[in-house]
């Protein structure tokens, strides 16, 4: 707790250039100053685990590596941010969130405190929405690829209007819901990874496709399901004061609506999850074939560079 006051502190004293981020231009332009940072540390991230894998580790494994570390550092973020900003009284909270959610466009200081932080992690929306773009442009004609770019534009735009308009709190919430299950999710990739490699255990794999369709199920599928009728009731709040009327609510609508079509992205996946699991499990831990993966460009760079008898599938 003492290293994530130390981390907030620092990341606050960029504040003075932060506090006027009430114009989502600004967030806009600050997020493109900083996303190649992401860029650049992922990058680092996987430098470093290439040189602990094997010479014909497929790159696939690094990228999980990479994605895992950079959302966990965002949870360590917000939890950081929550513990030594005294916010956790409003985050467990879970029974008065439709209050706590209501926009708060006037409350310059609890903005002024996340704005560095929205910075940053809007500036990861939209480093991801590049890579992704890039990752799967051999592959933009399948469902499942278009399905995680919308995902991706999803987040650019609640992220902007959610900090823009004061709805800052169910942002954060958003986060702290969501970041968990994408850690379990490359991390179980990653040992999958070992395990085509001949260096894990299947056992422990197979708990962990359990594991993730619990942890999806529970956070992603559920809590947020729970989030978004707190937020409706939020909005409903809104509707009956007349200070919320006009550009607010509509703004607060959209957002709901962008969430409501963000939760049912979760679903999707979470049935996608139980089936890929059920096929694992069915196979006798043989199967673990990504469909999602076909025509990227690091399952590509794979095919060509596997020997005979290597599985090429990760």
């Known amino acids: 707790l003492a290293q994530a006051s130390i981390f907030v502190s620092c990341v606050q004293k960029c504040e003075p250039c932060l506090v006027k981020m009430d114009n989502v231009v600004a967030v806009l332009l600050v997020a493109l100053v900083l996303a190649p940072c992401w860029t650049l540390f992922e990058y680092l991230v996987q430098i470093g685990t290439r040189q602990s894998l094997a010479a014909d580790a497929p790159p696939k494994m690094s990228s999980c590596v990479s994605s895992a570390v950079s959302h966990f550092v965002q949870l360590v973020m917000w939890w950081a941010v929550v513990l030594s900003a005294g916010l956790s009284v409003w985050v467990f909270d879970v029974i008065e969130w439709p209050q706590i959610m209501v926009a708060r466009p006037d409350d310059t200081a609890e903005r002024d405190l996340l704005a560095p932080f929205y910075a940053i992690y809007f500036a990861y929306t939209m480093h991801s929405l590049v890579k992704d773009v890039r990752r799967s442009w051999g592959n933009l004609t399948s469902p499942d690829q278009l399905s995680f770019l919308l995902h991706h534009v999803l987040a650019v735009g609640l992220v902007a209007g959610a900090f823009k308009e004061g709805f800052w709190r169910a942002g954060v919430l958003t986060r702290l819901i969501h970041d968990p299950a994408d850690i379990f999710l490359y991390g179980s990739k990653f040992y999958q990874g070992l395990c085509d490699q001949g260096q894990g255990s299947r056992g422990v794999l197979a708990f962990l496709y359990i594991l993730n369709c619990v942890v999806w199920t529970s956070t992603r599928v559920v809590l947020y399901g729970l989030f978004m009728v707190q937020l409706f009731r939020t909005l409903e709040l809104m509707h009956d ?12 609508t959209v957002l709901w609506t962008g969430s409501m079509l963000m939760w049912l992205l979760q679903v999707i996946w979470m049935v996608a999850m139980f089936r890929a699991t ?3 499990l069915r196979s006798d831990g043989q199967d673990t074939k990504d469909t999602l993966d076909n025509g990227q460009p690091e399952n590509a760079t794979l095919l060509r560079g596997s020997q005979p008898g290597n599985k090429s599938h990760v």
Do not use: R
Not at 245 to 252: T, W
């Open 278 to 280: 059920h096929k694992y």
């Open 241 to 252: 004061n007349s200070a919320f009327q006009g550009v607010l609510m509509n703004v607060g």
